[in-house]
């Protein structure tokens, strides 16, 4: 029944194969294609082949009889800068080289329908870079076939052109030890030495491991009563990408440069995975060593590039950096219980570099890691006149007197503060409760635990069951181009809010309301809590002395724009929206989506004054009262603005493309760059509290007590404040009786 079924289906349902072929009038009577004999071409430099050979066919397929006027093939190498050397100039941004023309027919020929084949071939030089696709450049190899045919009888001259585009894929062949690698580091200043030994060749979807051997970590100074002994506290791995490449100047734009300015050294490095470890090794206390074994991986969020080998001017490659927090420790000979740490710390740092590469091939002439080297170095120490110290005065009958400095030798004092120390640390992770009881992340470039986080905020959202990690996506936000390129941001540093959980827009906005008036009541309860008790005037002091800008929990910027009451031009129509929030959508699945993607900038609580500000010119006269005359009305925009406006925000320019993503309206910088333009320069910039910058506890911050932020009319808490004492002062010397006034 089944064949039976199949003989009697519906025609249009009939497999083509027993279709008979019906050519249109239209379609060519050729067609052209390519074949690779091998692909990917991979490119090999190993001091017997250098280079590699494309070699492959053209296929000329002709149904009917025709006359060819020419055939030839091009192999070309296209170069696209994502950040070029002039912005805006499309020659700047794609380079485009031909390796090889291949003329197959010159003079016109009559073929007959066959398939016909013309062999082609290309030797590879080893120093031009293989594919890639980079966030700063993109090498493609094109290969591109046109055919220019008539067919035979008709009596039209005009030839029909037909073309055949391929992308042919270009690997390196990357030659790796066949053994595990030993990379060894001594740190002399600690008299430390480090052995890492791990497999050269990654594995992208899983763990990779690294054995790490310490030595020299116990040492005896002066007599050997007392041991000095280095302890591991933390210890870091980064997996980074570093993209190299120069973006040369075309034509046009190198006429305009001088020769040493005809092109730019770019170079990105990108961190693929990353982990701290605060446990896992072994020490041995009497011979001051420490081993221990730690994976690494690729997170799988993470967008890589294959490596490219160091050769030329772009390339790829990839390296493992280890990091090493050490503390060292006293104790008297033989009684190691009795140990102190002593307050002083290092951090040992190591770089070591690793292949990403599926064309990696063993090889047992590797090239072994260049350590530092330092040029300009004299033969000998530098030599000395000899003096004949006879002739010199004694020094006690010598008879010293300050010298007067001239004008050009008088320097000012450049004051400053005394030296302090520092904690350097990575940006840290706070995860607090909203109104709702629910955890959020807040992601802030501070020292550490004992630190204040700064007043400026960016809320961000992400809707539905984010697929990311919400730390790495706020980092992301935080050091992105859009934030750290605008120069502003040195004054306007913010943090990271990341909320989680909500599925619309709308969510996000009522949730945003009522974390503000949940976070402006806690402000209230901890100040009445402060003052309970006391008098009134006791109860100012406090509030001006121990409480100040301080807050329980991470500070919300009450409103973006001044209210409507304190805009003093009323033609000036700029951000009226006292709110605004980011929004990730629920389709974007790492940070590298929302830069191909983009993400949204929701605007709400809109405030707009319905009052009319009212003029009359000078150049007028004035209109007697009862009688009518001209009165010119002009509308500011206002009016249209909506109650939520919801932006889609254009992130490419993070990997410095030039097209915006389609249906944007604006880019991630230059919202930033809008908000931030809104605020005073004395509100939200970071203090210089010496306290935060070493880590250390302290009771007065200085950045947590700052007031300098703003309050619910948009204006700045401190200069307002400071504003309305100067003008009660001046009432109360208005108000003070004279001389006459009391009768003396």
């Not at 995975?273 to 072994?282: A, I, L, M």
């Amino acid at each position: 029944m089944t064949g039976l079924s199949q003989l009697i289906r519906p025609q249009s349902l009939t497999p083509s194969l027993f279709k008979r072929s019906q050519k249109s009038p239209n379609q060519p009577p050729a067609s052209l294609d390519c074949h690779i004999d091998t692909s990917p071409i991979v490119i090999v430099n190993d001091g017997i082949t250098d280079g590699s050979t494309i070699s492959g066919s053209l296929l000329f397929n002709i149904d009917e009889t025709i006359e060819v006027d020419s055939l030839f093939a091009t192999l070309r190498v296209h170069v696209v800068h994502k950040k070029p050397f002039k912005r805006t100039c499309k020659a700047c941004k794609h380079h485009i080289s031909e390796l090889k023309r291949c003329q197959f027919i010159t003079t016109t020929t009559s073929l007959d329908p066959n398939n016909y084949a013309y062999p082609f071939s290309y030797r590879v030089p080893s120093y031009v870079p293989p594919s890639m696709d980079t966030s700063l450049v993109s090498v493609t190899y094109e290969f591109q076939a046109v055919a220019s045919i008539r067919r035979t009888g008709s009596q039209s001259k005009l030839s029909e052109i037909i073309t055949l585009n391929r992308t042919l894929p270009v690997a390196r062949s990357i030659p790796v030890s066949s053994k595990p690698l030993l990379s060894t580091r001594i740190y002399q200043a600690a008299g430390i030495e480090v052995d890492c030994c791990f497999d050269p060749v990654l594995d992208p979807s899983g763990r990779n491991y690294v054995k790490l051997t310490m030595s020299g970590l116990r040492s005896c100074p002066d007599n050997g009563e007392g041991i000095q002994f280095w302890r591991v506290c933390k210890g870091t791995w980064m997996l980074q990408e570093n993209i190299k490449s120069t973006a040369v100047a075309c034509s046009q734009h190198a006429q305009e440069c001088q020769t040493d300015e005809k092109s730019n050294t770019q170079k990105k490095t990108i961190t693929l995975g990353e982990s701290s470890f605060y446990d896992g090794w072994t020490t041995d206390d009497a011979t001051g060593a420490l081993d221990m074994e730690f994976p690494f991986f690729i997170k799988k969020a993470s967008r890589y590039t294959q490596d490219t080998g160091d050769v030329g001017d772009t390339s790829v490659t990839h390296s493992l950096v280890l990091e090493l927090q050490l503390m060292k420790e006293t104790y008297p000979k033989g009684n190691p219980d009795l140990s102190v740490r002593s307050g002083v710390g290092r951090i040992l740092r190591s770089e070591h570099r690793v292949v990403l590469s599926d064309y990696a091939r063993p090889s047992d002439h590797v090239e072994e890691e260049s350590l530092p080297c330092y040029n300009d170095l004299r033969p000998g120490p530098p030599l000395y006149q000899e003096k004949d110290y006879e002739q010199l005065t004694p020094l006690h009958l010598l008879t010293l007197q300050p010298k007067a400095m001239t004008s050009p030798e008088r320097r000012k004092s450049t004051g400053g503060t005394a030296p302090y120390k520092v904690f350097i640390g990575k940006p840290s992770y706070g995860e607090f409760k909203d109104h709702a009881g629910r955890h959020y992340d807040v992601v802030a470039d501070r020292a550490g635990p004992n630190a204040a986080i700064v007043k400026l905020s960016i809320q961000l959202y992400c809707l539905g069951e984010p697929k990311f990690d919400p730390h790495g996506m706020g980092s992301s936000l935080l050091y992105s181009d859009a934030v750290v390129g605008w120069g502003n941001a040195r004054n306007h540093w913010p943090r990271i809010d990341v909320y989680t959980g909500f599925d619309t827009v709308e969510e996000c906005i009522e949730h945003h309301r009522r974390e503000k008036a949940f976070r402006k009541e806690a402000i209230k309860k901890m100040k009445d809590a402060a003052v309970t008790g006391l008098s009134e005037a006791e109860a100012k002091e406090t509030l001006a002395t121990k409480i100040q800008g301080k807050e329980p929990l991470p500070h919300i910027v009450p409103s973006w724009c001044e209210s409507a009451r304190f805009v003093e031009n009323r033609w000036w129509v700029g951000d009226r929206y006292r709110s605004w929030i980011l929004a990730i959508p629920a389709e974007r699945s790492s940070w590298e989506e929302v830069i191909d993607h983009g993400l949204l900038q929701v605007k709400f609580d809109l405030d707009v004054s319905p009052e009319l500000l009212v003029s009359e010119s000078q150049l007028c006269g004035h209109t007697p009262e009862g009688e009518d005359a001209w009165v010119l009305v002009e509308k500011t925009g206002l009016e249209n603005l909506k109650p939520v406006d919801i932006l889609h925000l254009c992130a490419r320019e993070e990997r410095g493309a030039s097209e915006s993503t389609p249906g944007s309206d604006k880019t991630l910088f230059n919202a930033w760059y809008d908000a931030t333009m809104q605020l005073r320069g004395c509100t939200y910039m970071p203090t210089g509290c010496e306290g935060c910058r070493a880590n250390e506890p302290h009771d007065y911050c200085e950045q947590e007590m700052d007031e300098h932020f703003n309050d619910e009319d948009g204006q700045c808490l401190a200069c307002r404040r400071e504003a309305e004492e100067e003008e009660r002062r001046r009432k109360q010397q208005n108000e003070q009786p004279t001389v006459n006034d009391v009768g003396l």
